[in-house]
């Protein structure tokens, strides 16, 4: 016979009494206590999963309720069961749900921050640098179309002016080396402010506003463009839309049909204009803009002088939609342009 002592609560009261519940062999629990004495077979108890040393529940059919710390003898209790008799109640197997949801939803935000961390940018930049170049041409053209329909209206910037802006980027185009699909856009942008773009496909859009704001510095100009033919050369923009359209990837990397990618293009202007490229993706493109200054002999402090020239043009604020937003000029990134220009050598990833 197993035996324990439980507090009972006749389910129409909140007061509770103390009773000893025993099992006796012929399967028939007795509850016997101050003026209670019931008997019934132990299978019409509904028995609560034992959860650690939490004081554990038995629901009577009559709704009067059982509970008791001594999880050691109810399980002797349950152990006593066939099997198929061992049957959960309603309650419980929705408390059971409701446990295994919640350990389901732990697990999928994991995954889910394991994904979007390692597995995403890492899926994206394999789909980026596989990707035709015909398709990033198409998709930087189809992106600049669309922005030339709501943000950008055409230059207006003097002719000598955007002719001297052309000069510095045919010099910084042949210190790039490759054989350069890069291609210069001004363009007119009073909403964003002083900016400039990577479209995919070597695309590099400068807004009238920044040609302005470093028009007696050059240097300057040429590092700012300079970041941006690194975030080019490393597809910063189509992984970074990729990123932001899993499905597009997912249907690209498992399919291997990058066709799908065109689909990009809808989403690209928001995620140029929007988005933040990664702490990473900026350091990676701010190493090639060094690389790319040294090789045309222009200091890399130029691009210190830039991001922070930007910076006072949008009133310090992060609020202002334009380069900020997009490239926030960190403390570090600072110091690592101006350690370059004292080294003369290009910073080491991270
Ligand atoms: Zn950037």
Redesign the pocket.
């Known amino acids: 016979m197993i035996s324990l002592t439980a507090r009972y609560f006749d389910g129409r009261t909140s007061a509770s009494h103390q009773v000893t519940a025993s099992l006796h062999d012929d399967g028939t629990l007795r509850l016997v206590g101050a003026g209670i004495d019931r008997r019934g077979p132990l299978t019409a108890v509904r028995i609560a999963d034992r959860l650690g040393n939490v004081p554990r529940a038995l629901w009577l059919p009559d709704g009067a309720k059982l509970e008791t710390p001594d999880n050691d003898a109810v399980d002797a209790m349950v152990a006593t069961l066939p099997p198929g008799r061992r049957a959960l109640g309603l309650v419980h197997r929705l408390e059971r749900q409701w446990r295994f949801a919640l350990g389901a939803l732990a697990v999928t935000a994991v995954l889910a921050f394991l994904g979007v961390e390692y597995v995403l940018p890492a899926a994206a930049e394999r789909v980026a640098m596989l990707a035709p170049v015909e398709l990033e041409h198409a998709l930087g053209e189809e992106t600049l179309e669309a922005l030339d329909g709501t943000l950008f209206a055409p230059s207006e910037l003097p002719p000598e002016t955007a002719g001297s802006v052309i000069v510095r980027f045919e010099h910084l185009r042949r210190a790039v080396g490759f054989d350069a699909a890069l291609r210069l856009e001004l363009r007119s942008a009073p909403a964003i402010g002083a900016n400039a773009f990577a479209l995919p496909g070597g695309i590099l859009v400068v807004t009238d506003e920044l040609v302005t704001l470093l028009e007696d510095d050059y240097d300057a100009l040429a590092a700012v463009l300079a970041?941006?033919v690194?975030?080019v050369l490393e597809r910063h923009s189509l992984r970074a839309a990729l990123q932001s359209s899993a499905t597009a990837l997912l249907i690209a990397s498992v399919l291997g049909d990058v066709t799908s990618l065109s689909g990009l293009a809808a989403t690209l202007p928001t995620v140029l204009v929007d988005a933040r490229?990664s702490r990473r993706?900026?350091a990676d493109?701010d190493r090639e803009a060094i690389r790319i200054l040294l090789r045309m002999g222009v200091s890399p402090a130029a691009l210190a002088t830039a991001l922070e020239a930007i910076e006072r043009s949008h009133g310090g604020a992060g609020e202002v939609p334009g380069y900020l937003s997009?490239?926030p000029p960190t403390a570090d990134r600072l110091e690592r342009a101006r350690a370059a220009a004292v080294t003369g050598r290009v910073p080491g990833k991270d």
Do not use: I, L
């Open positions: 970041h941006e690194g975030h490229y993706f900026e493109a997009s490239h």
